[in-house]
């Protein structure tokens, strides 16, 4: 049977370009992006996205999302999305952030984005490690994990803990939507697109503040095969990182 | 019959596609793509089911799944 | 016609801005700039625009940055140590051709310094406080009627070259009230705005960016923020001059300084001493053409700031060893004084022009 | 009533909460009114907050250079530590205005006018202490022959439009009050 | 006598660091800088230091601020955006007067740029970035030897003044590796620091503070440490030549690009033409009088820069118009190839000295 | 009885310099200086102790401790004070912050500082107001208050809601001590005392962060008396700022 | 018999003292001090039980209390 | 074995996982330990991945000016981007070398030497495909007379002390089977 005669039932998302990404075998980062791109699509809202590119690995986000983009200086994707955001609330503003990005230079932006409840969706990448500059500690790496700048491993009297941001979040009474996902299984990979697209669903109702927490494998920096990673994902990094929803007003009422 | 393509040039042979198939239908090629890996390829196209799940944990894009 | 209005340098600086369509304004809270924020947040709403008081500079600028990037004609504004935080933002606007508007109410320096009036961040606006190769035009007013108009000018500038534009004052042109005509009618610019972030329909999509890996393509990039650079410095200059015509020693001062050294050289002539005056209305492009016309007949210039000897570098420049170039100036928040500029004139009189 | 003013600087100085800044902006919008240029420029401070404040006002019939005024016409100084700085900045010739309820020290320049006014006393008789700066005014306007009591009444009911009017019957009466004394001096 | 190993530009740096007695590091991620962090992170704790990745960059320079106040010797490095973000907290370093080690491993801008070598932050060092009235001394190193020297020297300057010293490299001299003779003594110089906040134990208290509210004291505190920025020109000048004896036309050239050009001149020499260079190994300050010296014994002059054309300002201030000054410069990344260099200075023999 | 023979059972703390300072009349400011001054003294500390001023009304405290100050950028205290004792951890560090330092500016910084556990002491003085730059909103301000930025009133829709502090820094690992007291009634200030010393016991000890919270009464930007000041702390401000412990690792034991 | 001195020039007369003064001690001054305020002044020094709350609630540390 | 080295110019170029950066760093310790004065700078990306990555070195008797290399004496082509981009570059009388594994396109210049190695098959003889990069560096040393292949063996000992000694045996294999197929051209 030729496949013109078949249905397509998954092709790459219109909503993308039909080019290769740079992110590595087997990254996290490539399959979210996959999803923002169905979304996108299945929500039809192509039209008036705009994808804020952050500093990080996804840095060339503006080069695979095929809607408007911008690339926002490190950590300051919340005050960007709010910006864009202020100026036209007609625009849907996907915010994408890694855990350094987010959670550490950026934390004062998105503790005060998610508490004036700005009106967009924030995926953030938690990978445990800064991928882009080559594995330094993130805010989110492990208690032990050693990384280029925790040789010995991450203590927690000089290096601190690892920042749950979901939680962090949660004391805030602005979010309206915090959910933690992974993308390490087939199952896991429906479960973080459907938080995802209830982020962007809350967006277009004009809820507030969303943000989906992925917990992302970073084989090249954790030093692990690929398969490593993601089994290290379920097992060891969700341990810190318990996955589940913190904060849905939507389900309050 | 269910059918996967593979746009070889975009694999980048993590063998996450491969791991999770569930009817075993992938595997990775003995030649090298331009990017200078090993791409995945359809080793037992028979047995596909069409259930998408290679392209949906594929951080590459690469699978169209057609039923 | 319009009508004449006592206003604060700062509120006029937020009113013109309204008046040429500024409906998004972002900052943080500095003094000696704060009532630009406080006139915004209360005439901001009232016009249908956004007043957001971002949790620090850095965001309020990067806020600039998203609103600017959707096409608004967007302003933040802060004083020295505030505007030093948005240094890498505005590396970034410049770097992704977005408009703005930018307010300095500079204070004194360095460090918390003060929050009298000073004129110590010329360098960091004029040549580049931020990384990079990049300028932005920095508009320099002296009176509370500049302080409108200019914000006019400054947003129109923007979007004709789609590159940031400093208001550069200080904090006695923000705190002082003088009449202020608000024209019935203001001059807005209408520039092209395709490239602006507003939904990828009927269109390929729009991208706002800094970042160009490859060396080539940050190279072109850059020549062609250097061209425009170039037009602006062909197109752009804005100064004024009093009594020129037959100066033999002239005086350059920008902003508030402009109108003390302006009142020294009526004392000057009244002591039958042949003193003039330029007053760059904007710094960079700086009007050095003009300064090496006027240097041909000068036997001296001097150069009076409010800082420790900065614009006096571009005058040099301009003069390019023609004439002796001086300088006077008072640093941490004073301001020169009318006599004082006098004499220091009158010692390079008797000192010869050495 | 004179038709030109010429140009008359002024500094105007006290303590934080006695309104210096109020006589200030008084006079630029009674100049504004009389189609005359001004400027006014506050000494702003961290201070909200008892310390010191002093404002300059320039009033000219032609441009105003410098607004930074160094050499006054007319200083009012609301308490001692101001007569203090400023006095020896006055133009020969110039006016001081002195307010006698706080400061005791005599102005020791012959080559200047000072009127020596209880501020604080004709404002309690006015009905608030606070307004004692609407006295120093009202005096002010007394010793000079452009602006009319007319004028700063008019400025003064422009300003406290909306806030505090309860207060605008003692401003007003203490701005009179002001007025009539040095008016007696003379 | 020392051991000669092969080192990273950017390890080098950090070496020369802790052989002169920093114990304090506090910096944040960013390419082409990494490798200083990688190295410390490794190093530091096992010569009973500190390293500590800081949540930010502004973060980092404060924690400077802090360590410094307490006396220690202390660094931070980064690269261009994320130095820009440190321009407040620098301008508060110099105006509390602390001393301490910035290094710059510049790379392309403006915004994002990328991560190829540059030297558009030249601007930014030398004239001051932050706000009010300020200098730090900036060193220029050209191989790993001088990332290691540099690094040892300017620990010694920055207590020498109190003041922030900043090493001003690139990323190719970052990444690249060399061999660098570590000496076994390392000449640490010791200054006074009864100045720092160690507990005030038998002494008044120690303030370190920037703010000076009154106009008078901030002026008095400025005219202070302008008279120590002239103390540091009058004794601290750094520069190398080459061929400069009977050179006719000058380069000059800083950091990497000079080793570009030393090789130009060896090929301009074998064509007969009589090239030389000089090499400012301290931006500031800047050796203005050497250069004037040669400026009367040559044709022109030609300034080569991995920007477009900053250094060339103070070459041409310098000079103040007794020759013409040229400049050539490469943008976003692109290094200056020797031919072109060659051609560039030919094409100004020939078109005549105008 | 002349006062020699008496004892002197009140007196300006030997920590603190005899001059006058600017604080507005009656503001909290005040009454928290002396406190610090006292338990200075009496844990006797001084010759050890490194005060940090921040931007703000607080920020001539290096005028008014009589030990080693340091003046810190807007928002930077928890960096310098990381700073200070991590170069040199015999120091007794002081820090001090008001509302917009600590909760807008400095977010990241005393996130970061607190998720670290620093050994420092924090003593955050929240007025709901940005004091010293004349009213402005802070982060702290209340819903429906009026400033000089928010003169219709805070309106959560478009300026968020008051950041509660103690509840963001408790959802982190680090912080070893929280607590929020206030100054309002001589009762109180007993209470705010006790905290405060619980805290710098705790730095003495080596225990890690600690932040006091104190509800701070500003007549003068609030537009009150100062009674009506004290009265609000009280009756408004700490129905949005519940005062308690919100953290004691030293009781936990 | 308790006391409490008052160092005048410090007063800023916010009233606190005398607002929470358990035994009605203190008062306003009719005088100004250096600064302009009318400064809080021993009215009934008899009742004074030394409790040091005055002294305590001041912000501007004004107080000493003798028992 | 010759004494001196004159000055070489090397460019090293491949696939990011290739190894490069490797080549170029063996070059240079094996150069330091010869003590002759060498540079090493590598083309540094964000790309930890996949991508294309190169080295650049220098090797020289006298000073190394710039270690910018632009015109290579010596061309290490490891892929076939590696191979367009660079070899127009070459000195006239220069050296590639081409990883005929990969690469099928001929070196079409006349004026430089062109070794067509089989790579990544001689590793893969050797015990693992990803020490190609070895089997470059064999074949280099075995085209001069400066490095002899003790040299090189010493800077890979000293290189992958510690780490990965599992690989040590594959690499030296690999390095001696490039040293063989070149010297066997011969
Ligand atoms: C101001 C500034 N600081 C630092 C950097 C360098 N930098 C680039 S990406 C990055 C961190 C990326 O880590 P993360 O946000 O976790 O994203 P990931 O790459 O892991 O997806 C850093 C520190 C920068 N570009 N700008
Ligand atoms: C970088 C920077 N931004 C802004 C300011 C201006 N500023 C001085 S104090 C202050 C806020 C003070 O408010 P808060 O921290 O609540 O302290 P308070 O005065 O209320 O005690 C601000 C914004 C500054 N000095 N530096
Ligand atoms: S470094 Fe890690 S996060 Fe970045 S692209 Fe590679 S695998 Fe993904
Ligand atoms: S569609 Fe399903 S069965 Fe077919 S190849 Fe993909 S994963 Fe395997
Ligand atoms: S998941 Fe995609 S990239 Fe990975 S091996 Fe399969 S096809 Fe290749
Ligand atoms: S403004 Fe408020 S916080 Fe500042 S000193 Fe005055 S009362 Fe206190
Ligand atoms: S010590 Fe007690 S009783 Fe005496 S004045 Fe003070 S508060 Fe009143
Ligand atoms: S509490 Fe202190 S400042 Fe307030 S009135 Fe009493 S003595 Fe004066
Ligand atoms: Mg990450
Ligand atoms: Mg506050």
């Not at chain 2, 791409?39 to 047995?47: D, L």
């Not at chain 3, 505005?90 to 051709?97: A, F, I, K, M, P």
């Amino acid at each position: 049977m030729s496949t013109e005669t078949m249905k397509k039932v998954y092709s790459i998302p219109e909503s993308l370009r039909n080019r290769p990404h740079h992110y590595c075998p087997g990254c996290g980062h490539g399959i979210v992006l996959s999803i923002v791109g169905e979304l996108v699509d299945e929500l039809g809202v192509r039209d008036r996205a705009v994808g804020i590119a952050p500093v990080g690995c996804s840095v060339f986000l503006y080069e695979y999302y095929d809607f408007d983009c911008v690339q926002a200086a490190h950590g300051r994707a919340p005050a960007v999305a709010t910006g864009l955001k202020r100026a036209n609330p007609d625009l849907f503003v996907i915010s994408y952030q890694g855990d350094g990005d987010l959670a550490a230079i950026g934390t004062a932006e998105i503790i005060h984005a998610a508490n004036r409840s700005e009106n967009f969706s924030t995926i953030f990448i938690n990978n445990a490690i800064y991928g882009m500059t080559g594995g330094q500690m993130a805010p989110t790496t492990l208690l032990g994990q050693k990384s280029q700048t925790t040789p010995y491993g991450r203590n927690p009297n000089t290096d601190g803990f690892p920042v749950r941001v979901c939680e962090l979040l949660n004391s805030l009474e602005g979010p309206y939507y915090l959910e933690r996902v992974c993308v390490a299984t087939p199952q896991d990979r429906v479960k973080a697109k459907k938080a995802i697209k209830k982020a962007f669903t809350y967006q277009l109702e004009g809820k507030g503040f969303s943000l989906v927490e992925v917990l992302s494998q970073c084989p090249t920096n954790w030093g692990m095969s690929v398969l490593d990673s993601v089994k290290w994902v379920k097992e060891v990094m969700a341990q810190t990182f318990p996955l589940g929803v913190f904060r849905d007003k939507g389900q309050q009422k | 019959m269910p059918k996967v393509t593979i746009r070889e040039e975009r694999c980048k042979a993590c063998g996450l596609c491969i791991h999770y198939c569930p009817k075993g239908v992938l595997g990775p090629s003995e030649k090298f793509n331009a990017k200078g890996y090993h791409p995945t390829e359809v080793k037992h196209p028979e047995k596909c089911i069409g259930c998408t799940i290679c392209a949906q944990v594929c951080p590459d894009q690469v699978f169209e799944v057609y039923r | 016609m319009g009508k004449k209005i006592l206003m604060k340098g700062n509120e006029a600086l937020g009113e013109g801005a309204m008046r040429a369509g500024m409906r998004h304004y972002f900052g943080y809270p500095i003094t000696p700039q704060s009532e630009v924020a406080a006139y915004l947040s209360k005439h901001l709403p009232k016009r249908g625009g956004v007043f957001l008081q971002a949790e620090s500079e850095i965001s309020a600028i990067n806020m600039v940055y998203g609103a600017a990037s959707a096409g608004r004609r967007v302003m933040t504004s802060s004083s020295s140590p505030g505007i030093s935080l948005k240094m890498e933002g505005l590396s970034y606007l410049v770097g992704s051709e977005l408009p703005c508007l930018i307010g300095n109410v500079m204070r004194g320096g360095p460090g918390l310094g003060n929050i009298a009036p000073a004129q110590a961040d010329y360098f960091q606006a004029v040549k580049g406080g931020g990384h990079g190769d990049y300028h932005i035009i920095v508009l320099a007013p002296t009176t509370c009627q500049e302080m409108f108009d200019f914000a006019v000018m400054a947003l129109n500038l923007a979007d004709k070259y789609r590159n940031p534009v400093m208001i550069l004052s200080d904090g006695a042109l923000g705190q002082m009230m003088e009449p202020v005509v608000i024209p019935d009618e203001v001059p807005i610019e209408e520039y092209d705005k395709s490239w602006a972030l507003t939904g990828a329909k009927d269109r390929p999509p729009n991208v706002v960016n800094s970042l160009f890996l490859d060396e080539k393509e940050l190279e072109e990039h850059n020549i062609k923020l250097q061209e425009k650079f170039k037009r602006i410095e062909e197109n752009e200059i804005l100064y004024s001059e009093y009594r020129t015509e037959d100066a033999e020693y002239l005086f350059v001062a920008f902003g508030l300084v402009s109108r003390i050294v302006h009142s020294v050289v009526d004392l000057a002539r009244a002591e039958g001493i042949k003193a003039g005056l330029l007053v760059p209305k904007m710094l960079w492009p700086f009007p050095k053409d003009r300064i090496a016309e006027l240097a041909e007949q000068c036997r001296f210039l001097m150069s009076v700031e409010m800082n420790s000897g900065q614009m006096v570098e571009d005058v040099r420049l301009a003069v390019n060893g023609r004439r002796p170039v001086y300088f006077y100036g008072r640093m941490g928040g004073g301001v020169p004084a009318q006599r004082r500029v006098l004499e220091e004139l009158k010692s390079h009189i008797e000192g010869g022009t050495k | 009533m004179a038709d030109k003013v010429g140009t008359v600087e002024f500094i105007i100085a006290g303590f934080g909460g006695q309104g210096v800044l109020f006589i200030g902006r008084a006079l630029a919008f009674a100049g504004l009114a009389r189609d005359v240029n001004v400027s006014f420029i506050p000494s702003y401070g961290p201070e909200m907050r008892g310390g010191t404040a002093n404002c300059k006002v320039v009033v000219s019939d032609g441009e105003v250079g410098s607004p930074i005024v160094e050499e006054p016409d007319v200083l009012i100084a609301m308490n001692r530590p101001s007569l203090e700085r400023f006095v020896n900045t006055v133009k020969p010739g110039g006016t001081v205005f002195v307010n006698s309820s706080l400061i005791e020290n005599e102005v020791e320049r012959g080559d200047i006018k000072a009127y020596r006014v209880p501020f604080n006393e004709l404002a309690r008789e006015a009905g608030a202490e606070r307004v004692a700066n609407l006295a120093a005014l009202g005096a002010y306007v007394a010793s000079q022959d452009f602006f009319t009591l007319e004028d700063m009444e008019g400025a003064v009911k422009e300003m406290v439009k909306g806030k505090r009017v309860e207060l605008m019957e003692a401003n007003l009466k203490a701005l009179r009050a002001g007025y009539d004394f040095v008016r007696n001096l003379a």
